[in-house]
């Protein structure tokens, strides 16, 4: 008894004391406890994001549509709008292959929600965006080549 | 928290489209500042849009998505005059609520 609440007054120490001296920030201190998926916006790239997603190899599918321009003038804001045609459509993942953490968005759709989401992110650099579409517990994915003239994580 | 969402919320025949501008910083943790210093990460992680008591969409966010983030999408399920909920919670713990009328 003793013995746990030493242990539990050490390591919140210990973590404050990281977070204090820099070591670990706040927020990572915070962040480890958020039901938010940390593995998943931790992994480089296509199929590492969906095996922390859940899921085995993607199979390409033509069934999913990207919208995004070609070349994006200002990496820092990039609309990238998904639609997907499959059916049960569950979830909508979008990922940047060349930024540090490929996963940029996850968009989870109940039923009764269209399969179609936009939004805006940043790209580091010219890269291939990817879109990962969960259906029926299976994962579908497509690219499209984005040109970024200047890149969107500050230089 | 910041400044207040902007939502727009309109009944289609397809369904209700729903736009919505969020005010965040969404630092992505790897830049510097004029110091030096790495500005730390600071981003929203999860966005949950809601209409009578349902749950609509679910997002979950990396720093990756840009500065004062903008969301669009289309769902069936609720119509004019009925309420939206959006509400986003940041890695910092922070949150902000906003509701609109579906019009």
């Not at chain 2, 207040?4 to 009944?11: D, E, F, G, H």
């Amino acid at each position: 008894m003793n013995e746990q609440r030493r242990n539990i007054v050490k390591s919140s120490a210990i973590l404050g004391l990281m977070a204090a001296a820099g070591l670990l920030s706040i927020e990572q201190a915070q962040a480890q406890s958020a039901d938010w998926n940390k593995a998943a916006f931790d992994t480089k790239d296509l199929a590492g994001t969906v095996k922390a997603l859940g899921g085995d190899a993607p199979t390409q599918s033509a069934e999913i549509a990207i919208t995004a321009p070609d070349i994006a003038e200002n990496g820092a804001v990039v609309p990238v709008g998904v639609t997907s045609k499959i059916p049960n459509t569950q979830a909508v993942y979008i990922l940047v292959e060349k930024n540090p953490n490929a996963l940029a968005a996850g968009f989870n759709l109940p039923a009764g929600t269209e399969p179609t989401v936009s939004t805006r992110i940043k790209m580091g650099q010219t890269s291939n965006v990817h879109a990962v579409v969960k259906a029926d517990n299976k994962f579908y994915y497509t690219t499209k080549e984005v040109k970024v003239t200047l890149g969107g994580c500050g230089g | 928290m910041a400044d207040p969402m902007r939502i727009r919320a309109t009944s289609t025949p397809d369904g209700v489209d729903v736009r919505v501008l969020m005010s965040h910083e969404m630092e992505t943790g790897q830049r510097r500042d004029g110091g030096g210093q790495l500005v730390p990460a600071h981003f929203i992680q999860t966005v949950k849009v809601s209409c009578k008591g349902k749950t609509v969409l679910d997002a979950l966010w990396g720093p990756a998505v840009s500065k004062n983030p903008y969301l669009q999408f289309k769902f069936k399920g609720c119509d004019k005059g009925d309420e939206l909920t959006v509400t986003w919670t940041d890695n910092k713990g922070d949150s902000r609520t906003d509701k609109v009328v579906i019009a």
